[in-house]
């Protein structure tokens, strides 16, 4: 059973561009969280996509968009970077949103994002 | 405002001395708690987490968690470290079970020989 995934590993982008990062959940999962993790600090939440709707966001400018597809995979967008923007950007999986049950997100390894 | 604190941004232990790494919520009903590891260069790794059952939570890799709600903390333990053990340990706290998750800063666990 295969966990979360995410692609690429790495990538180096220069200011100004724009970049996308994948997800795959885990097997039976259906809610995919992102979160940006900038060097020595703890994860911030992005954002969360359920049945193909983003549902939170946490504090982060429109220049992070997203999406999620039928299959529940999802895809982080971001545009014009900045070098702030250089962080290990985490994807989590988890099912439903208010469950009866506080889910567990399971996280994917990540993908380095550089910007020069 | 929701905040979940670790304090102590680096412990460093040596190996097989006990492991006590601090975390503390900001909350008046009990939250939904978690203690993630990182190893360098991956993603985080659940180690246990507290859904108010019992208070004392027992994890992988020997690690244990108490809650202790009058105290508002979720301290992570292990009796005796082992050189694996270094790593990123993040606290974190979800409010409910609809709420995104928050993460602590993060501690550094370092094992000395």
């Known amino acids: 059973d295969a966990g979360v995934t995410q692609s690429p590993t790495h990538l180096i982008k220069t200011r100004g561009q724009q970049v996308t990062l994948r997800c795959s959940p885990k097997?039976?999962?259906?809610?995919v969280s992102w979160y940006q993790q900038a060097l020595g600090q703890g994860p911030q939440f992005i954002f969360q996509?359920?049945?193909?709707?983003?549902?939170q966001r946490g504090n982060f400018p429109d220049r992070f968009s997203g999406h999620q597809f039928p299959n529940y995979s999802s895809e982080l967008n971001v545009n014009a970077l900045l070098l702030g923007d250089s962080a290990l950007y985490l994807c989590?999986?988890?099912?439903?949103?208010?469950?009866?049950?506080?889910?567990?997100?399971?996280f994917g390894p990540g993908t380095r994002l550089t910007v020069l | 405002a929701q905040s979940v604190t670790q304090l102590g941004s680096h412990v460093s232990v040596s190996e097989g001395a006990l492991v006590l790494l601090r975390c503390n919520y900001s909350?008046?009903?009990?939250?939904?708690l978690f203690w993630y590891v990182q190893y360098p260069n991956q993603g985080l790794q659940l180690l246990l987490k507290?859904?108010?059952?019992?208070?004392l939570v027992k994890g992988i890799n020997g690690f244990e968690a108490e809650f202790k709600k009058s105290e508002t903390s979720f301290h992570l333990t292990k009796p005796s470290a082992h050189m694996s053990d270094a790593a990123e340990y993040f606290c974190?706290?979800?409010?409910?079970?609809?709420?995104?998750?928050?993460f602590g800063s993060g501690t550094r666990l370092s094992i000395r020989p």
């Open positions: 989590a999986s988890s099912t439903g949103l208010a469950g009866h049950a506080p889910d567990t997100q399971y």
């Open positions: 097997s039976g999962h259906d809610t």
């Open positions: 996509y359920y049945e193909e709707e983003e549902r």
């Open positions: 909350s008046s009903v009990p939250p939904y």
């Open positions: 507290y859904t108010s059952a019992a208070t």
């Open positions: 974190a706290v979800r409010y409910s079970s609809a709420s995104k998750i928050i």
